[in-house]
């Protein structure tokens, strides 16, 4: 089963200019072969599918708990085509005239032939499970033989895959928000590779990491890459449950190929950061053409359940910190001494 948290993995900025185009091309990280919506279900399936879990436990859990955090990657990259598409459209539910200057009412005329279409005809201003050319991400992309070694080979390549799709969309994507995931999870990816690597490494006692890096993708000259290794987290792995998948300390051991730092097993998910609540787009019906008589609706039925009159979840600010909560988060304190890290950056 799944736990979920109402954050998201690290910060996006607020959105700022649209850019269909852009946010075009990132959904090849949401829906490519190489996206994130592959990592995510070849993990899953290969941990459903995994035979002799006792007799292989740490390989067992290590694929489990990748799964878990790519959960987190789709969902990351949802946001950010989300904030670039924020605005694209009219925010005015008035109509106004065509873009394009012939006086017909047109309120999406003026995204018509940028970017995705669907992204506004099928969706409303949102990711979809596709590739960058709207073509629907694929059960194929998914490799489950059944035979470790042959698994963990190919999950080596397919985060190999994943980080150089995820240096060129950083290359022709200049919006802020694509430079912030690109950053975050070229780093995090980077992780998984490594992971995979060790993994075979153990198995079969294939030094992997002589291939490092690959690609050869400079990530401490990245600026927006930078933030996360100086945290340490390009050495961290994520132990996404409270109480299971112990045994991954076994496989994420020793030294980082690159860097040379200490790798180190986190016995908690990410803290995260929580999402901008971005606004409704009136123009595409989301989420609905009149979103206050929505709101007017949540607001009486809040009150009817003994519910507090102010909205419960917690969304970011325009600044980046974390807009007040009426009623306290429920999860238990988290611990801040297993986040130091033996990076020597
Ligand atoms: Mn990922």
């Not at 436990?57 to 990351?76: Q, S, T």
Request: proline content about 8%; hydrophobic content about 35%; glycine content about 10%.
């Amino acid at each position: 089963m799944i736990r979920r948290i109402d954050r998201i993995a690290t910060e996006l900025p607020p959105p700022s200019e649209p850019d269909p185009a852009g946010a075009a091309a990132v959904q090849e990280l949401m829906g490519g072969r190489f996206g994130e919506l592959s990592t995510f279900m070849n993990y899953t399936f290969q941990s459903f599918n995994f035979r002799n879990r006792q007799g292989a436990r740490p390989f067992y859990d290590l694929i489990a708990n990748i799964a878990a955090e790519e959960f987190g990657h789709i969902e990351l990259v949802a946001a950010t085509i989300n904030t670039m598409l924020t605005g694209a459209t009219p925010t005015t539910t008035n109509g106004g005239p065509s873009s394009r200057g012939n006086g017909q009412w047109a309120p999406l005329a003026g995204v018509k032939g940028e970017g995705n279409p669907q992204h506004f005809v099928a969706g409303g201003q949102g990711a979809l499970p596709q590739n960058s050319q709207g073509r629907p991400w694929n059960g194929d992309y998914v490799f489950s033989s059944g035979d470790l070694v042959e698994d963990l080979t190919h999950n080596f390549f397919l985060e190999t895959g994943a980080r150089n799709n995820k240096l060129k969309v950083y290359e022709m994507v200049e919006h802020p928000a694509a430079r912030a995931l690109t950053g975050y999870l070229l780093v995090r990816g980077g992780v998984h590779q490594v992971a995979y690597a060790r993994a075979l490494e153990r198995l079969t006692g294939a030094d992997l990491t002589k291939l490092f890096p690959t690609p050869r993708i400079p990530t401490e000259k990245i600026p927006e890459c930078r933030p996360h290794i100086e945290r340490g987290d390009h050495v961290r792995l994520y132990r996404f449950s409270p109480g299971d998948y112990l045994e991954l300390s076994a496989v994420w051991n020793g030294t980082h190929p690159e860097t040379g730092d200490e790798l180190v097993v986190v016995d908690e998910a990410p803290e995260g950061v929580p999402a901008h609540d971005l606004p409704a787009q009136p123009a595409v019906f989301a989420p609905d053409y009149a979103p206050e008589e929505i709101a007017q609706i949540a607001e009486k039925l809040r009150t009817q359940a003994g519910l507090p009159k102010e909205p419960t979840g917690e969304v970011a600010k325009s600044n980046g910190s974390s807009a007040k909560r009426s009623t306290p988060r429920k999860t238990a304190s988290r611990k801040t001494a297993s986040r130091k890290t033996t990076s020597k950056r």
